[in-house]
């Protein structure tokens, strides 16, 4: 099985880095013109790792080619989903691969430009970056004259003050420019009228760190590895009650089944799977019946979830699903930003009565009155984090009704009665 990203773990340093075929993928990039550099990321079918899956090529595409303004990428390390650790293992552990992978988009754009915006929290990755950034510029692999070309390239690290919104990518624009990280209205689009209002491309760390084996590889080798339109391979962030949970790296279209039981050891002291999140905690859960399901963006949407970021949360038969809702419910009550009246409000009014269910202090109708404010989030809001706050409730609500009902009707948790 061919594997794009974790062959490259433990090369830190440029120069193991470089004795693994490091930069190669730039280097091939810049002999080539940068729009034949986008035709072969289209045709890799490289869809966007940060949540949404939006193809690559395609958004790199709407990026105008000829324009006065200074064009920007921004690489997303916000890595802010609960659940979601994988940018940063990428980072800890292969850092040129995103340092190459910015070459490479940036080429194809005609950026010269660069800003990696990282979560505050994560000071360790960060430092390891600017270290592997310092490298790079004494290699020649940024700055001035790349690979003898006229084409320059220099990054910078910004380190973000940890909100989980300023992931969403205008929001880290508005931060980027030392704003308070509210999302904006879109359109226009960052493609058009993204930082400073110039073009500006936004790609997660695991989209960038997926170009350099493109270009060495191809585009079609890469598309070969997944499935139909969702080419290459994804990283899994596997937590909760497996035996072995960590970062994995799986070809998509792999089986959710698969995942859990073959690589993370299946559930934690042999007990009965109960249920599963699969893209993150925006994700809608599924059942223990529900995860012969393909890890890819179509087939997780035709099976009423997400992949979203790849992180894998599974719930074995001990988790008490109150405490699921209260704990997500919790996280965008806080996180929302506030701007959106039905997300400003809809989400501390779910936050609160998931909290009175949890502690055996449910009323009757709860259940109703959650999925009534989760609709009413739904679709209603500037951004993508109302929907993300609506979604698992509107599941956990359907799906775990019985035992919702029955924690409010006994005053506590039926799990922990048994
Ligand atoms: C509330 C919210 C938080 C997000 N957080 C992240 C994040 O931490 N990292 C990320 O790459 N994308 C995040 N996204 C998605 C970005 O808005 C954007 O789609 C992504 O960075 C684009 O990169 P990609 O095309 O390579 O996936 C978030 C979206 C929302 C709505
Ligand atoms: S949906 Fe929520 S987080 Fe997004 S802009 Fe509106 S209030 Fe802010």
């Known amino acids: 099985m061919s594997l794009v990203i974790t062959p490259w773990f433990g090369a830190v340093k440029i120069g193991d880095y470089i004795k693994r075929r490091g930069y190669e993928g730039a ?6 013109k940068p729009e034949d550099v986008i035709e072969e990321v289209k045709k890799s079918n490289l869809r966007g790792r940060g949540g949404a899956g939006f193809p690559t090529g395609l958004k790199w595409s709407f990026v105008p080619r000829e324009t006065d303004k200074p064009k920007y990428l921004c690489v997303n390390a916000d890595e802010g989903e609960p659940g979601t650790f994988k940018d940063r293992y990428i980072i800890e552990n292969a850092p040129h691969l995103i340092i190459e992978g910015a070459v490479i988009a940036s080429w194809a754009v005609g950026i010269h430009r660069a800003y990696v915006y990282i979560r ?7 430092l390891i970056l600017e270290k592997a950034i310092e490298e790079a510029y004494q290699r020649g692999f940024l700055g001035k004259n790349i690979f003898g070309k006229d084409f320059s390239l220099d990054i910078y690290i910004h380190r973000g003050a940890g909100a989980y919104v300023c992931g969403e990518e205008t929001a880290l624009i508005e931060s980027l420019e030392g704003k308070r990280g509210n999302p ?10 993204g930082l400073y209002d110039c073009p ?3 790609n997660n760390v695991e989209t960038i760190a997926c170009l350099p084996y493109i270009l060495r590889e191809g585009g079609e080798n890469f598309a070969s590895l997944g499935v139909e339109k969702n080419g290459g391979t994804k990283l899994f962030a596997v937590s909760g009650h497996v035996k072995d949970p960590g970062v994995y790296e799986l070809p998509m279209g792999s089986s959710l089944r698969e995942l859990i039981y073959n690589y993370a050891g299946g559930v934690r ?4 799977l109960k249920a599963v999140i699969p893209g993150g905690s925006s994700s809608s859960i599924l059942m223990a019946d529900e995860i012969d399901v393909s890890l890819d963006y179509d087939s997780m949407i035709k099976a009423g979830t997400m992949l979203g970021s790849g992180a894998v949360i ?3 038969e001990t988790a008490c699903m109150a405490e699921v809702l209260r704990v997500i419910t919790r996280f965008y009550a806080h996180e929302s930003c506030g701007q959106c009246t039905p997300c400003r409000q809809g989400t501390s009014w779910m936050a609160k009565i998931a909290e009175r269910i949890a502690i055996g202090k449910g009323k009757k109708g709860d259940i109703d009155l959650l999925l009534d404010i989760a609709h009413s989030i739904m679709g209603k809001t500037i951004c993508p984090l109302g929907d ?8 956990i609500c359907d799906k775990f009704r019985s035992e919702l009902e029955e924690q409010i009707r ?8 048994e």
């Open 27 to 32: 280097k091939k990039a810049l002999s080539i």
């Open 120 to 126: 505050g929290e994560y000071l360790k990755f960060a």
């Open 184 to 193: 904006r209205v879109r359109p226009p689009f960052p493609a058009t009228n």
């Open 200 to 202: 500006t491309v936004v």
């Open 269 to 272: 002291g042999n007990r009965r």
């Open 314 to 316: 599974v719930l074995d």
């Open 388 to 395: 993300a706050a609506a979604m698992p409730v509107i599941a």
């Open 410 to 417: 006994e005053r506590r948790c039926p799990i922990e009665r």
